[in-house]
T-cell receptor
Framework: RKEVEQDPGPFNVPEGATVAFNCTYSNSASQSFFWYRQDCRKEPKLLMSVYSSGNEDGRFTAQLNRASQYISLLIRDSKLSDSATYLCVPSLSGGYNKLIFGAGTRLAVHP | GAVVSQHPSRVICKSGTSVKIECRSLDFQATTMFWYRQFPKKSLMLMATSNEGSKATYEQGVEKDKFLINHASLTLSTLTVTSAHPEDSSFYIC???????????FGQGTRLTVV
């Protein structure tokens, strides 16, 4: 089983749509969870951390289900600028612990 | 916020030559940095974990003699691609984890083309 599994997409949605991405991870010892976005030919950038109780940052909402080892990201009112690849990243805590990335989910928002 | 700087952003070199890529953490001390490689439309693949003052830890299948890593200080790690070949052409990215919140910050990446 892969360490991180995501639907690769692409998700093609119109502006203003709501879109949800799901992610499952295999390491039950994971303690820190993040969503990154990566634009084409650029480095990944942190979108948001994911907390146990779920958290929201503007149009973005992240949820964590430890029992099911499942993380989700909801984007409301999609913008053209949201087009990117979204990477789910579970990790062990500690600055010395590596982050393992899945292939990510590609989102394309069209006018 | 925390910043990781990587240099150069783009390099073209001839087969058989070596290329050095630098990764600096500007806002915090990083005892550990990570080096990734990414081929077009593929995921980031961890190559190695760079440890300040000690040997790097390489992932399975990554040749340590080909990809030399040096982490001489708490703010600088270097990756040297030795005797580069066209198949080494790729996007190389470094990262460091913030000691506090623990998220990782990435350098801007280095696009290596070996001709």
């Amino acid at each position: 089983r892969k360490e991180v599994e995501q639907d690769p997409g692409p998700f093609n949605v119109p502006e203003g749509a709501t879109v949800a991405f799901n992610c499952t991870y295999s390491n039950s010892a994971s303690q820190s969870f993040f969503w990154y976005r990566q634009d084409c030919r650029k480095e990944p950038k942190l979108l948001m951390s994911v907390y146990s109780s779920g958290n929201e940052d503007g149009r973005f909402t992240a949820q964590l289900n430890r029992a099911s080892q499942y993380i989700s990201l909801l984007i409301r009112d999609s913008k053209l600028s949201d087009s990117a690849t979204y990477l789910c990243v579970p990790s062990l805590s500690g600055g010395y612990n590596k982050l393992i990335f899945g292939a990510g989910t590609r989102l394309a928002v069209h006018p | 916020g925390a910043v990781v700087s990587q240099h150069p952003s783009r390099v073209i070199c001839k087969s058989g030559t070596s290329v050095k890529i630098e990764c600096r953490s500007l806002d915090f001390q990083a005892t550990t940095m990570f080096w990734y490689r990414q081929f077009p439309k593929k995921s980031l693949m961890l190559m190695a974990t760079s440890n300040e003052g000690s040997k790097a830890t390489y992932e399975q299948g990554v040749e340590k003699d080909k990809f030399l890593i040096n982490h001489a200080s708490l703010t600088l790690s270097t990756l040297t691609v030795t005797s580069a070949h066209p198949e080494d052409s790729s996007f190389y990215i470094c990262s460091a984890r913030n000691p506090g919140p623990r998220e990782a910050f990435f350098g801007q990446g280095t696009r290596l083309t070996v001709v």
